[in-house]
C-alpha cells in the first residue's frame, strides 16, 4: 500500500526534482553502466539495470523509487517486472547484491564473509534493499536501532547513492549469464495425429 503523503507535497516535490535534476547530467555516464531512467513522474522514478559486460544484453533488474515525504522519510524502492512495474518476488529476482565483508580477501571467500543487500523473508515475499538510507531498511524491525535521522543529509538515502550501490555490487559485477536447462524427454504426437 503506497504510504500517505504527511509532508507538504511541494516540498517532497522540490526535493524529487532536486534529485532527478542532478541524475540528468550523468545520464549518459549512467547509461554506460547499465542503469537507464525510463519514467520521472513524482513522486516516482522507475529505472532499468543492465549489465554492460554481459551478451547478449538483458535486464538484471528494475526498480520503482518513491519519494513520498521525501526526506522526511527515506527514499522507498521497490523491486519490480520491467515490463509491468508490479513488484515481484524474490524467486523472480535473478540478482545479487553481494558484498566481501571488510577484511576478507578478495580471493579467499568464505561462507558468513560474504553478504547480500537484497533480502526477503521467504522466495515468495517481494525483496527489499537492506542497505541504510532505504525506506525498507529502516522500517524493518530488525534496523529498529538504526532510524533514518541518523543517515539523513549524510549522502546516503540519495538517489545517486541507492543508484550507485545497485551497479556496484547488483549489475557491474555479472560478466555472464547463468542459464539452467530442464529437459524432458517424450514423444511428440502431431495434433492432426490425435485420434477423435
Not at 3 to 18: G, I
Not at 26 to 46: H, K, V
Not at 135 to 158: I, K, T
Request: net charge negative; charged share 20%.
Amino acid at each position: 500500500m503506497p504510504e500517505l503523503q504527511t509532508v507538504d507535497p511541494e516540498v517532497s516535490r522540490a526535493k524529487f526534482d532536486r534529485e532527478i535534476g542532478r541524475f540528468r547530467p550523468y545520464a549518459d555516464a549512467y547509461r554506460t553502466q547499465g542503469c537507464f531512467l525510463i519514467e520521472a513522474s513524482f513522486p516516482t522514478a522507475f529505472f532499468i539495470f543492465a549489465s554492460p559486460k554481459v551478451k547478449p544484453r538483458v535486464i538484471g533488474t528494475a526498480i520503482e523509487i518513491d519519494f513520498t515525504n521525501y526526506d522526511l522519510r527515506p527514499l522507498s524502492v521497490v523491486f519490480v517486472d520491467p515490463f509491468t512495474r508490479q513488484p515481484i518476488a524474490r524467486k523472480d529476482l535473478p540478482l545479487n547484491m553481494l558484498r566481501r565483508l571488510p577484511g576478507t580477501p578478495p580471493n579467499l571467500i568464505q561462507q558468513n564473509a560474504v553478504t547480500d543487500f537484497i533480502q526477503a523473508n521467504s522466495l515468495e515475499d517481494e525483496p527489499f534493499l537492506c542497505m541504510a538510507g532505504v525506506r525498507e531498511y529502516h522500517d524493518n524491525p530488525a534496523h529498529s536501532g538504526d532510524p533514518w535521522l541518523l543517515h539523513r543529509g549524510s549522502g546516503e538515502g540519495c538517489l545517486a547513492f541507492i543508484l550507485d550501490k545497485i551497479i556496484k555490487y547488483g549489475t557491474g559485477p555479472v560478466e555472464q549469464l547463468h542459464i539452467q536447462l530442464q529437459y524432458a524427454v517424450g514423444l511428440l504426437v502431431p495434433p492432426q495425429a490425435i485420434p477423435e
